[in-house]
């Protein structure tokens, strides 16, 4: 195991894959967003910007925290009721090759647990429009698991992601406990996917979805990335829950093999 602390991870670039676990969408209630996306059997919908260090904007603002999340203030990008959700999720750490304004690959290095704490907004423009309202939006556990194999029988095969939460002073399963090689895309053929579309993943009016790679080359390239690699799916109660205030949200990521964990405790604040 090792520690990254947060003042890492304000160079880094952060981005999410949506649609990477079957069923999850549809439980969101996000399916209907993607109509107009294009997708091949199992493949994810797309990859989307929550963190674009230097950016005007609400994605300039450094969102992740390993201990609390901040209910969002009413704001243009984020207005309406805050229904917030846990989105349980694997964070992958890759250091990220260039060749001119080009990504070739994406080198893992470590993985750990994250919140891609979301806001329910139907009709919401642009996925990045329900993550990122400010410091505290999103969570990261310190721990990660040092990886450079993502291989589905390599050594994060024994790898498990759990949700729970701690509300009223009972705590609740509220995402389905699943191994990671249980992601639809997962390992090389996530990443080389990943790949290719921060190349060819173009921003339209008529998707939910916006050009990653040019974000990045904006940003600076640089030269790190925390990637979100998709949410688990709800258990029935996680589906019809929203957070409030005191509530704490805990993502873990543990290792079937021995007693080694990611874990990731945030309360609502």
Not at 22 to 44: I, K, R
Not at 165 to 186: C, F, K, N, R
Request: proline share 7%; charged share 20%.
């Amino acid at each position: 195991m090792i520690e990254i602390p947060l003042r890492e991870m304000r160079n880094w670039f952060g981005f999410g894959v949506a649609g990477n676990f079957a069923g999850h969408l549809e439980q969101a209630g996000e399916a209907v967003d993607f109509v107009n996306v294009a997708s091949e059997g199992t493949a994810p919908k797309g990859i989307f910007p929550w963190y674009a260090p230097g950016a005007e904007g609400f994605l300039g603002e450094f969102p992740l925290s390993n201990d609390a999340i901040e209910l969002p203030a009413e704001s243009p990008e984020f207005s309406g009721p805050l229904n917030l959700q846990i989105e349980p999720e694997v964070g992958v750490a890759c250091r990220v090759v260039w060749q001119g304004d080009t990504v070739v690959t994406l080198q893992p290095f470590a993985l750990g647990a994250f919140n891609d704490c979301s806001i329910r907004r139907p009709g919401a423009k642009k996925i990045s429009h329900k993550k990122n309202w400010g410091p505290a939006s999103k969570g990261v556990s310190e721990s990660f698991f040092e990886i450079s194999d993502l291989t589905p029988d390599g050594p994060t095969a024994s790898l498990r992601l759990v949700c729970l939460l701690h509300s009223d002073g009972q705590e609740h399963a509220y995402g389905v406990d699943s191994p990671l090689i249980g992601y639809s895309y997962y390992g090389e053929v996530l990443l080389d996917w990943i790949v290719e579309r921060l190349a060819n993943q173009k921003g339209s009016p008529d998707t939910p979805l916006e050009d990653v790679g040019a974000l990045m080359v904006a940003s600076g390239h640089p030269e790190h990335v925390l990637i979100g690699i998709g949410a688990t799916r709800y258990t029935e109660l996680g589906e019809s829950t929203f957070l409030k205030a005191g509530d704490q949200a805990i993502v873990r990521v543990y290792d079937t093999d021995s007693d080694d964990a990611a874990e990731l405790r945030q309360t609502v604040r």
